[in-house]
């Protein structure tokens, strides 16, 4: 079974640049997250879908991030414009709504660079 | 107060040591715990859930204390392999409602 895809793997780009990344996650897998997670620190939730909807957007900078699910399948991350201190890796995870089993599968993530 | 929190190490343990790491929280109506490996540059993997009566998988041993609010994780006979950053998970929300939150990670470092 293929796990959760993301593209691109890095990405350099300059500052006020816009950006966009792409997941899709498990197959029958409806929430579907993005977390942002700097060196040293955890993964930070930025956006968590149940399906096509966003159920918890509450630390998406919504100044310069957007997010759609629009099939509640593929999600896309996009920032505009990028800042240096938006310099991470973007994880995208999935898991089944149906438990609470707290087992979310990730992806190999987006590393952004930001020059 | 940080919702989730962990000594980030590094721990240095020579091969076959035993190592322990806590992980306090401050939610106390939360619901449920894991612990999560994370290798060098690399996505998070689920390591084990954390019951209230304690669990243990092979070497490793995962415990809750609610009252103290704070969950641990102990690796016995180390290998090489388990080196890698330990993160804990916590779930403040509700069943169908997850609002899982990670804590910075514990580095781990086995010696040989």
């Known amino acids: 079974e293929a796990g959760v895809v993301q593209s691109p793997r890095y990405k350099i780009i300059e500052k006020k640049q816009p950006v966009a990344f792409w997941c899709n996650p498990i197959?029958?897998?409806?929430?579907l997250y993005w977390y942002l997670q700097n060196l040293g620190q955890g993964p930070e939730l930025l956006i968590r879908?149940?399906?096509?909807?966003?159920?918890?957007d509450s630390q998406l900078p919504k100044d310069r991030f957007s997010a759609e699910r629009l099939k509640g399948v593929d999600s896309t991350l996009k920032i505009q414009p990028a800042e240096l201190g938006d310099s991470a890796v973007y994880l995208c995870?999935?898991?089944?709504?149906?438990?609470?089993?707290?087992?979310?599968?990730f992806g190999e993530g987006s590393r952004l660079t930001v020059l | 107060r940080k919702e989730v929190e962990q000594d980030p190490g590094p721990f240095n343990v020579p091969e076959g040591a035993t190592v322990a790491f806590n992980c306090t929280y401050s939610?106390?109506?939360?619901?449920?715990f894991f612990w999560y490996r994370q290798d060098c540059r690399k996505e998070p993997k689920l390591l084990m859930s954390?019951?209230?009566s304690g669990n243990e998988d092979g070497r490793f041993t995962a415990q809750l204390n609610r009252a103290s609010q704070y969950i641990s994780l102990l690796i016995r006979d180390s290998k090489l392999s388990d080196s890698a950053t330990y993160l804990c998970v916590v779930n403040g929300g509700n069943f169908g409602n997850e609002k899982l939150t990670f804590g910075t990670g514990t580095r781990l470092t086995i010696i040989p």
């Open positions: 879908y149940e399906n096509e909807e966003a159920v918890d």
């Open positions: 954390v019951y209230s």
């Open positions: 939610n106390s109506a939360s619901q449920s």
């Open positions: 197959s029958g897998h409806n929430t």
């Open positions: 995870a999935s898991s089944t709504s149906s438990t609470n089993t707290g087992e979310l599968f």
